[in-house]
């Protein structure tokens, strides 16, 4: 009941453009930094981008700036990811994280890991091959 659940995934030739959605479900507390990580065969999960409960803190590992981004939209309980210029080193499941909080702050953090965030969606598959 508390899962997240993720959309969007899908198979896509290089330098093509994929849209990841994310709804999040509501915590007893209520507004919920949310990042996007993802885990490749044989490695470990990667923290991509997250967002903090306003909204205006975004964070971007540095092999996606410039190509990915990273939004909300809450009346929707809903955090997208767009993906353009995809590269082949982007395959990967693709994984929506929550941390709730009491309140609601510009916090955003990737370098504590996937350990940080409480809960997970089961994931979405990007594959990109020409």
């Known amino acids: 009941q508390l899962a997240l659940v993720e959309s969007g995934g899908g198979l896509v030739q290089p330098g093509g453009s994929l849209r990841l959605s994310c709804i999040v479900p509501r915590f007893s507390k209520d507004y919920s930094e949310i990042a996007w990580f993802r885990q490749a065969p044989g490695k470990e999960r990667e923290g991509v981008s997250c967002?903090?409960?306003?909204?205006?803190?975004?964070v971007y590992v540095d092999s996606v700036k410039g190509r990915f981004t990273i939004s909300r939209d809450d009346a929707k309980n809903t955090v997208y990811l767009q993906m353009n210029s995809l590269k082949p080193e982007d395959t990967a499941v693709y994984y929506c994280g929550a941390i709730p909080r009491l309140l609601q702050t510009d916090l955003c953090v990737l370098s504590g890991g996937p350990r940080e965030y409480n809960y997970w969606g089961q994931g979405t598959q990007v594959i990109v091959s020409s």
């Open positions: 967002i903090s409960s306003n909204g205006q803190n975004r």
